[in-house]
């Protein structure tokens, strides 16, 4: 007889390429599924996702959706809308005289350029701006770096510039002050105004305010902040309602969840909902957290390749690393993120040459959901010669529900090879060849650029293209350990499923704490104290009223209190999680910045620190947290090195490094803890493939993790 299943959780990562699933039960029991992605309308593929995934337990969507307590999407509407430039039309009212702070862009203009291509300046070219000079109006008004009001808003200028920016047709208006973060009056009030103004107009305008978004220092990158809240993220927000409202069709009894850039949860709702920008590829970090508890390891290379990107990040000690201003899209906001690098390579990824050079690229096009000419896009990718080379199987993908057409593949192989007057497959085999040397020199600088030895990590790959290419994107890396999932294609997803809601919350404050040698040491470590003090008190009453506001169970809230610690003379800080929850004495005060000592260690060498110089504490920050039911792996019983009968699939031949060579194909299902398969040899999976070449192997180990090692 059938188990019962009682899903308590739903989670969904929404790719360029594919829509993932996994559900788990009362017991920690998972299972996946997938769907590719429909841009125009994310409620479909939502709805097709869980529904391949409900299937494996012969269940419907409305079965599912109607017990879980909870359902996550995070999708990839917003980053799009940025990369686009598709977003809604917003006008900006900010201070009289820094109308060109937009176009300015803090002198940054060579942000998202290559190392190259930074060092020549007269080939940068400014970003794209979210709102055009002629939709700019400067006001009068004046808060100074203490919080104090030294010019007094204009309020008819204010008015002025609403009925100016309705008139050209404004859809939002964002509003941003100096100094806003410390003394939020003057932007409140020009609020209320505009609204006022829209009202009379009877239109329903979105006013988005900086001191609301990003109540912290550094104008600049609040400014982007604000605009993109207004630009990309609401009109993202339709999306998510629309697919929330997909869900309570099904029978889905609660609000739809989304996933943070710093990983936490929460409602689509969520008034900053541009903290979601990045979301996708953070799940997979958490999940490399989550299989790094259960097996003991605390240093993590993270791979993820799907159809489009290649993203890596690096777990040191068991700590994901945040970004304080990371750059998005060429821009840099006030928003922490994990911290992840990507380039653009993926079985998607369009392969193009010069029609004058002959020079052949990769990318960064990719096809995306029509993954290649073998299935439905018009120009060669990495796809297509993984179907040619015979690594994919045309009649695998997704399990077969889509059929790729091989004969197209090695038309699109023919295409490149006549350009060099090359064989069809030394050709397609020389591509891949490039592709996986190009992340794996991603992955080795990412390593090197932090003086980090490959040797003390553990690689895990995963995403739908992951164990496809990792034979060749670990090769002549020497990792302490290689490891992929047979649920890797999902594993993003999966990582999702393992957050807890959270919100993230920042204050800016003035903080300088001394060595005790400084004569002025005992007067302004005291003043240190209170301000941290006051900060995080003033977090945590918001925090509280906010999730009040959601309905949370403030009994199940925890806080983590942060401080943003640098050298006295440095520009950039480095998070600290705080390990007292008020700084109560001067041995509170040292630990702190004993903390900060261990953060700084593990970046840079020891002989960079100088805690002569004392420490500035511009910033503190809180976490608050929920905590959520996490998926459960079972440990299994090891069993036989030698794999079923069953699992067995045959031979097929493959162009590998330049030789066909006759590889064993085997069923991933099938396959058990304590199996191993000697290379050569294909496992296959209803979502992804795993290369194992000559003289290497695959062993599946108690939680059926598959560990890659030399034969």
Known sequence: ????????????????????????????????????????????????????????????????????????????????????RSGIKVGLITCKGFEDMVLMERGLVWLGYSYQDRLHVATHIHNEPLVPRNMVVGVEERTDMLGMPVIYLNEKEVEKGAERLLDLGAEAIAIMFLYSHLNPTHERRAGEIVREVAKKRGKDLLVVLSSDVAPIMREYSRLNSVLIQAYAAEPSRKQLLKVEEKAKREGYRFNLLTMLSYGGLVDVRYPRLYETLISGPIGGMLGALYVGGLLGIRNIISTDLGGTSFDVGIIKDGIIPMLREPDVARFR?????VMMDSIGAGTGTVIKI???????????????????????????????????????NPDNFLGGKIKLNKDKALEACKQIADVYER???????????????????????????????????????????????????????????????????????????????????????????????DPKAVFM????QSAINSGWESLEQHALSELRAEGVDLDKV??????????????????????????????????????????????????????EAGYQILEVGLVARVETKKPIIPKRKLGSKKPSDEAFKGERDVFHKGNWTKFTIWDMEKLHAGNIVAGPAILEHPTTTLVVPPAYKVKFDEYEFIWYTKA
Not at 333 to 337: G, H, I, K
């Open 333 to 337: 906001l006030n928003l922490p993120m």
């Open 525 to 528: 470590n005291q003043l240190a």
């Open 423 to 517: 064989d069809i497959y030394e050709t397609a085999m020389g591509i891949i060849e490039l592709v996986n040397s190009q992340m794996r020199s991603h992955i080795y600088a990412m390593l090197l650029a932090r003086g980090y030895n490959p040797a003390e990590y553990t690689l895990m790959s995963y995403g739908g293209a992951g164990p496809l290419h990792l034979w060749g994107y670990v090769e002549n890396l020497p990792f302490q350990n290689v490891i992929t999932f047979p649920f890797a294609a999902v594993f993003s997803a999966f990582g999702i499923s393992t957050a807890d809601y959270l919100h993230r919350y920042h204050k800016s404050i003035l903080a300088q704490v001394l060595p005790p040698s």
């Open 558 to 611: 925890k806080f983590d209190h942060l401080c943003y610690v640098r050298y006295v003379g440095q520009l950039d800080d480095h998070e600290v999680v705080s390990p007292v929850k008020r700084v109560e004495k001067a041995e509170d005060l040292k630990k702190i910045t004993d903390k900060f000592e261990e953060v700084y260690e593990s970046i840079y060498p020891k002989a960079a620190k100088y805690p």
């Open 354 to 392: 010069n029609p004058e050079t002959k020079r052949l690229t990769l990318g960064p096009e990719s096809a995306a959901a029509r993954v290649g000419m073998c299935y439905d896009y018009p120009m060669p990718t990495i796809c297509d010669c993984n179907v040619a080379l015979g690594y994919l």
């Open 1 to 84: 007889m059938a188990a019962v299943r009682k899903p308590v959780i739903v989670s969904l990562d929404a790719g360029g390429t594919m829509t993932d699933t996994v559900i788990v039960d009362s017991e920690g029991n998972f299972i996946t599924g997938k769907a590719l992605t429909t841009p125009s309308d994310e409620s479909i593929c939502f709805a097709n996702s869980v529904q391949d995934a409900a299937s494996y337990w012969n269940m419907s969507i409305s079965e599912v959706l109607s017990q879980v307590g909870s359902t996550i999407y995070s999708g990839t509407t917003m980053i799009n809308t940025l990369l686009t």
